[in-house]
């Protein structure tokens, strides 16, 4: 007696990822938020010296963190280029330790590497891009370190509080304009 067995193979679909910090981790979750490719985006602490950093703390300058968003994605679908692409068009990396009126090293423009292929298009890129600004670009080129997901009520803030002044005056025109610049990826 011959017994047929139906065999299914499933394949584990293959995330990267990635870390970034351009200013307050709002602005940069919700630009990666509903992104085509992106399974996650979400607020973090990463590069400073105290192992179990909060919001405080980070805010106050004493960590050595910067505030960033761990970008989880198909790169099947978007890569880790386009992603660069998105966030040297999101954010002023020409600003050293701010971003408009958020001032500090916690607001620094960084790209974290995990692996010497993302270290070398994060340089690329950042030479490339040179070309579209007038001053010098000074995004951080880092290995990550010492990463910590940023508390629950941060997360999806813009979408759960978009009364919050500064979600309106800040977050939503930089979404709005990344948005509507490349809708395309979305």
């Not at 805010?59 to 040297?88: K, N, Q, R, W």
């Not at 500064?166 to 709005?176: D, E, G, R, T």
Request: proline residues 3%; negative net charge.
């Amino acid at each position: 007696m011959i017994h047929e067995y139906n065999i299914q193979l499933c394949f584990a679909q293959i995330m990267e990822r990635t870390v970034l910090g351009g200013g307050c981790f709002w602005c940069i979750e919700g630009a990666f938020k509903e992104m085509r490719g992106v399974d996650s985006a979400l607020p973090g602490y990463a590069g400073g010296h105290d192992n179990h950093p909060t919001y405080n703390s980070v805010c106050a300058g004493i960590t050595g963190h910067a505030e960033v968003v761990e970008i989880i994605y198909d790169p099947e679908t978007i890569s880790f280029e386009t992603i660069l692409e998105v966030f040297f068009t999101m954010h002023d990396p020409t600003q050293l330790n701010r971003q408009g009126n958020d001032i500090g090293t916690q607001y620094r423009s960084v790209i974290y590497y995990l692996n010497e292929q993302q270290k070398s298009t994060a340089e690329r890129l950042k030479e490339d891009f040179q070309q579209y600004y007038d001053e010098e670009i000074v995004t951080e080129i880092s290995e990550l370190s010492n990463y910590h997901e940023a508390e629950k009520y941060h997360h999806n803030y813009f979408q759960q509080n978009p009364g919050n002044g500064y979600c309106q005056m800040i977050v939503a025109p930089k979404l709005s304009k990344i948005r509507s610049k490349l809708s395309h990826l979305y």
